[in-house]
T-cell receptor
């Protein structure tokens, strides 16, 4: 079993839909990261959180430490949100990465 | 510069050769991280620097891999006797002190032929 599991692996949505990507982990962590990777592009850090909830624009990330689970929500999705979203957990840079969720938002 | 800069962006080398990959972090960021991403996979941790010292090098796959950060800013990842399995995108990230979000570079795509 992978230490970081993301679901779904692939997600296709229509523009405007509310999107949820889930991440479950089995190791102890000090922080969880949500990252965005565009095709052929670099990685952008979206959130780093260790408890509760964070919001940035249309993106919301939540984490439940007791349940070892985090969700990334995208409200009013747009085609430019199409990317691979990666969950990573760990401490002090020694991160374990999930395999990513490939999101495609159709106009 | 404003972001994390990695050079070269692409490197093709022959099996058995030595390569150096460079990472120039955001000015003032004390924490620097190296990761490796193989095709279709998520990144894997290699090594983490806090200042000049390697705080955690447990992700380096074997002794062919070595990284330095002599002045606490630019870091170089060195790979000796490259093998085809070393082909991957090597990512560098930096953080203000490890307790803030990371900024990633665009990566160096290494191809060993």
């Amino acid at each position: 079993k992978n230490e970081v599991e993301q679901s779904p692996q692939n997600l296709t949505a229509q523009e405007g839909e509310f999107i949820t990507i889930n991440c479950s982990y089995s190791v102890g962590i000090s922080a969880l990261h949500w990252l965005q990777q565009h095709p052929g592009g670099g990685i952008v850090s979206l959130f780093m959180l260790s408890s509760g909830k964070k919001k940035h624009g249309r993106l919301i990330a939540t984490i439940n430490i007791q349940e070892k689970h985090s969700s990334l929500h995208i409200t009013a999705s747009h085609p430019r949100d199409s990317a691979v979203y990666i969950c990573a957990v760990g401490s002090q840079g020694n991160l374990i990465f999930g395999k990513g969720t490939k999101l495609s938002v159709k106009p | 510069g404003a972001g994390v800069s990695q050079t070269p962006s692409n490197k093709v080398t022959e099996k058995g050769k030595y390569v150096e990959l460079r990472c120039d972090p955001i000015s003032g960021h004390t924490a620097l991280y190296w990761y490796r991403q193989s095709l279709g996979q998520g990144p894997e941790f290699l090594i983490y620097f806090q200042g000049t010292g390697a705080a955690d090098d447990s992700g380096l796959p074997n002794d062919r891999f070595f990284a330095v950060r002599p002045e606490g800013s630019v870091s170089t990842l060195k790979i000796q006797r490259t093998e085809r399995g070393d082909s991957a995108v090597y990512l560098c990230a930096s953080s203000q002190d490890g307790n803030y979000g990371y900024t990633f570079g665009s990566g160096t795509r290494l191809t060993v032929v």
